[in-house]
Structures are given as C-alpha cells and as structure tokens.
C-alpha cells in the first residue's frame, strides 16, 4: 500500500503543475478577455463569413 | 502596427493522421466484432492461438483506444492547433516523425499482442521495448505541440489548447509510472509493483488513461469543431475555462473506483467514490456547454449531419460521464463490477463519445482539406442512422446482460443455498444477449464502411491543398514583467532558485528509479503461509498472463456471502505478496479463479483445457489444445528467478541453479498423476505448467471451512 504515497506525489506533481500553469495564465492576462476568443477562432477559414450568416448576434 | 506575415498551415500531416484515423477505426472495430462472435461461437478461433478471444481482446482495446482514437486525436490536434496559433507546426520533420513511430507502434502491438507477448495489465498490455517507444514519441510530440506554441502569432491560447496540454503532461507522467518494470528478455518483464500495489498503479492509470486519452483531448476537439461546425462561439467561455480546471483537479483522483470491495484498503476506496462523484460537475459542464452552443439554432441540427455526430457525441459524454460516478457508489459497483455493465459503460463512452466526435470531424474535415463538399449527405445521414441503432442495440443488450447475470449471482434460495451455483448456468442465460451485442457491432461497422466510401469518394472529387496559406500579424511581445513571471530570464538572475529547481527535476528522477526499492520492503509477507510461486507456477503462471485469461477470470473474491459461497474465502492484500504483475482482473465472463487450486483434480484441469465443453457443457471457452503440444520453454527459469528476486521475492540465494530442477520434479509428478488417471503427456509440456498454477490458486491460506 506504500505505493500509494509515489501515486499521491505524482499526482500533487501534475496538479501542482497545472496551479502553476493556472497562476501563469491568469497573471500573464490569458482569461482577461472571456468573449472575443470564442469568436476570433471561428474566423480563419476564408470561405466562410461568420458574420454575413449570424446577422442577429451581436458582437462587442 | 507591425507587418502581416504570410505563411502556410500543414495539412498533409492532418491527411496523413486523418487516413491512419479511419483505417485503425475499421480494423480495431472488426477485431471487436470477430471476438464478439467468438463469445457464443467459441471454435471461431479455429484452434490458432494467435486469433483467440483472450489475446485478441487487449488487441481491440489497444487498437481502437490507441490507433482509432490517438490518430483521431493527432488529426484534430495538428489541424486546429495551427489554426488557433496561426502558426505552422514547430518542424515538419518532427511531425512526420511523430507519424511514422505511431504508426510503428501500432504495427508492434498488433504483431506482439496475438502472439502473447504481453504485461497484461490493461491498456498498457505492450511489452517494455514498446513501452520505451512510445515515451520517446510522445517526446517528439510534445516538442512539436510546445514548439508551435513558443512560435505561435496569437498571444491568446484558446481553451482547446489547454486540453491539449495537459492530455501531452498527464499521459507522459501516468505511462512512465505505470510501466516500471524489469526486463527478463527482450520480450517478458516483470511489473515492479507486486498485488495490491501493482493493481492501485494499474487503475490510477487506467482511469486517467480513460480521462486524458480519450476525454481530454476530445474535449479541446469539442471546443474547437463543436463551433466550428455551428458556425457560432462556444456558449460561454468562461464556462469552459472552468470546465478545464476544475475537470483537470478531480480527475486524477478517482482511479481507486475501479477497486471498491477489493483488497485495497478502505479509505483509499472512499477517497475515490467521493473525487468520482464530484467529477459529475465540471463533466456536465463540459457537456452543456458543447450542446448550447447550439442555442437558438437547433434547427440547423435536421440540416448538417455533421452536427448530428457531433450533438450524439456530446450527449453520450454527458451520460457516460453521470453513469461513472454511479457506478463509483459502492453499492451500485457492487452489482456492475465484474459484469456486461462496465463493457455497455466504456461502449457508449468509445462508439458515442469518442467514435462519433471522431466521425463529425472526419466529415467537416475532409471536404475543407480537400477543398470541395461532402460526395454524398445522404450516406452521411444512413451512417449517422445505422451507427446511432448500432449503439443502442449494443448498449441495451449488455445492460440488460448485466442485470440478469449480476442478480442470478446474487441469488440465493429460502434455505440459503446459492440459487444458481454453477456459474456456467448465469452464462448459459446471456448468450442471446451476446448474439444481438453483436449485431449492435455489425450495425456499428457498417455504418464506420459507409463513411470510408463515402470520404474516399469526397476526396477524389476534390483537389488536396498540402500547404494552406493564411495571413496574421506577428503576436505582439508583452512588456517584459520577468519578475512576476517564471521565465528564462528570471531563473538565470536567481541561482539559488535555480539550484532548487534543477534539484526538484534530480529528486524526481531519482524517485522514478527509487520506486522499486522502496517497495520491496512492503512486499515482505503478512501472511506467513504465503510463500513464493514455484519455478513451475511461475512459468504457468506467464502462461496465464501469454493466452490472456485475465481477461475472462477474475482473481479477486468479494467480502459478499454470494461470492465467498460461490468460490470460497474472501482474497486478503497478503495473499498477493508476490504477484507480479497482479492478475486480479476486471470482467468475469468466466467464474472467479481465486480459489481455484485443488477444487479439481489435475485431469479435469487437462480436459478442460483441451476442450471446455467436454467438461462443462455449453461453455464458452476457447479451447487451448496447444499447450499440450507446446514444449514448455524453461531457459528463462534462471533470470526470471533472480529478476523476481530483485523485486523482493523471497527466493533462497543460489535457488536459481536448482530451479529447473525443482521445475521438473514438480512436472514429473503432475505427469505422473495424469498417466495414473489414464492421460499419458510428457512432463514438459506446457499444459503441466498451466495446471501446476492453476491448483496452487488461493491454496496458501487455509480457510476454516464455514
């Protein structure tokens, strides 16, 4: 059952990582801006116009 | 304003992934239907060894899980990880690289696994020089993925992108803890871990291979297609970015949910049900957000059969991600366990989840590469239809299997009696369950073969762009604020700090290598009566783990009157001391092996190895007539005694030299005893071996008899 202490480790490791991460994006200014990266990544394809068939959304 | 930059996404390696994508899918779904079928037509094996359920069946999980899914995988990954960067790939050559090895090591499992060359811990069945392999892919993988983002355009990393990142961190991790083993040859190593501790590494990564193979990353596909195909923002991103972390903080805890009433201690039991439970939250975050982005324009779902895929897909998500927390609850697991349930459970999550993102995708994707529309909506909508009944007719049969079995198991009689105490008769009852299972299969295929007509002919009539070009302007440098942040710049200013870090990185190497040490000690008995395998049980004990009977027979008694009545003692931590790997199982399609040892005498064992039915009739077992003409190697004895004994096995100094030895005494008895019952068989053929560790099963502790 010891084992379970390398797997608590490992684990508080990669979760502890992620806080890191966390605390990385929300420094660096990743989630300043909730709405916009919803829409810009429905704009690179050329064919299509996003705003042309959404007439009733409006965007900020 | 600083200039626009033209460059060009890569789409060949999104058409290289995307084709491995759809060619795994059909082969690992027809390996699942041809062992479906063996199920109630046993001689489908023909007799070959190599295409037997029990070898075949880590074949399919690896082959949809890894093959199917992990192209599926790559494909959406390379094709919106560019887009999202604006930004092509970090190096050409690393992808293709990344490709090619893959496709390498799936060619090794589906090559190593019939022959039985495995460690039969589930999902991570591949022996140690693939296991190794597949570290240094996943390296070149993460080297491109964490490459384009350094030289990405677009400051911002949409929320896909953390998927990604954490399915590339987590999956290093768990398959590099999971794998620690040591080698016996080039193709045979040992677990490190031993029982109980074997069986909690195996199932923290199993669940977390189930979270971060097949749900993570198709959760960043999700988020970035589910749009894509609507045509319409993902329905709050402030949800998702929720959804991300919060998924990512739970998940990792809720693996002991796959051991409930087993040896393991109690507390780690509970500390699984209740991280299980509370992942419900962030899942069906996750699921509602996917489904309501198609807020105020459901109707485009009677018109675009790719958001048909993809709106199952997600609601599949959703139930299977309720039904795990369920089945987490003791006292539900305690009727799943073990049962059809689990295998109805993981279907809905592969053939909906994961196999309809999969097929949603694939439809949008391939005109848009291609640069031309879909040959034909109308086979679109026919797969959509044939695989959506597949399912279901899949998934109620096993349910409904499930319910039978477990309560005929359960069953006793006014006087107390087991109702239905031969096990074969709870088979007997679900075979019509298996038939239609199959038919759910067949659905399921066809459907998955319309689709590969339907794309061949998509892109034939179009023209394939390789090198898309797009325009964006180069991501704008923040203003250096090094002493917050924790780059480059700040460590090499820091030197104690950076001595810690470098120390924290040693220290975690170190553990990696320390692990087996450490746990030698606990593997000492703490039950004096159990002592260490026989050279001849070792040698039939890898013979169980070569011909995969795990994956049938559990050997793990639950503290439950039904099942101590049934197969005898409930199974005690220390029983397992010397289990490397651990063979606790986790479906029984056969009885419980535990307890198997002296319930029979050894001809039955012979007979019933030979041909099942000649023993119990209207068994489902695949017969294993080779083992009686498959001379047992035992060149191996030697190494894998001292190997053993590195792990902490017991084994006298010097044991090996006499271990063949003691090999064939034991052999000769057993063949003498054969002959007695009127089986002439030389003693050294593997079937002794095979006998040998099935009537030491369960025989080291004496339970009072009632």
Redesign the interface.
Known sequence: ????A??I???I???G??L???M??V?????D???T??????F??KE?S?LK??K??TLE | MSQIETFKYDNKIVKYFAIATVLWSVVGMLVGLIIAIQLYVPALNLGIPYVTFSRLRPLHTNAVIFAFVGNGIFMGIYYSLQRLLKARMFSDFLSKLHFWSWQLIIVCAAITLPLGLTTSKEYAELEWPIDILITLVWVVFAINLFGTIVKRREKHLYVAIWFYIATIVTVAVLHIVNSIELPVTFFKSYSAYAGVQDALVQWWYGHNAVAFFLTTPYLGLMYYFMPKAANRPIYSYRLSIIHFWALIFIYIWAGPHHLLYSALPDWAQSLGTVFSVMLIAPSWGGMINGLLTLRGAWDKLREDVVLKFMVVAITAYGMSTFEGPMLSLKNVNALAHFTDWIIAHVHIGALGWNGFLTFGVLYWLIPRLWNTTLYSKKLANFHFWIGFLGIVVYASSMYWSALVQTLMWKQFTPAGLLQYPNFLETVLQIVPMYIIRSVGGVLYLTGVLVMVYNLINTAKQGNFVADEEAQAPPMVKAPIKYSKGLGHRWIESRPLQFTILAAVAILIGGIVEMIPTFLVKTNIPTIASVKPYTPLELQGRDLYIREGCLGCHSQMIRPFRSEVERYGEYSKAGEYVYDHPFLWGSKRTGPDLMREGKKYPNVWHYYHMNDPRLMSPGSIMPPFPWLEKNVLDISTTEKKISVLRNLGVPYPAGFEAIANIELKKQADTIALDLSNAGVVVDSDKEIIAMIAYLQRLGTDIKAKKK
Do not use: C, H
Not at chain 1, 27 to 31: F, R
Not at chain 1, 37 to 42: N, Q, V
């Open positions: 059952m010891s084992v379970i390398v797997l480790l490992f684990s490791m990669v979760a990582g992620f890191g991460a966390f990385w994006a420094k660096s200014g990743q989630y801006d909730k709405f990266p919803s829409i810009r990544m429905l690179d394809d299509q996003v068939e959404n009733n959304t």
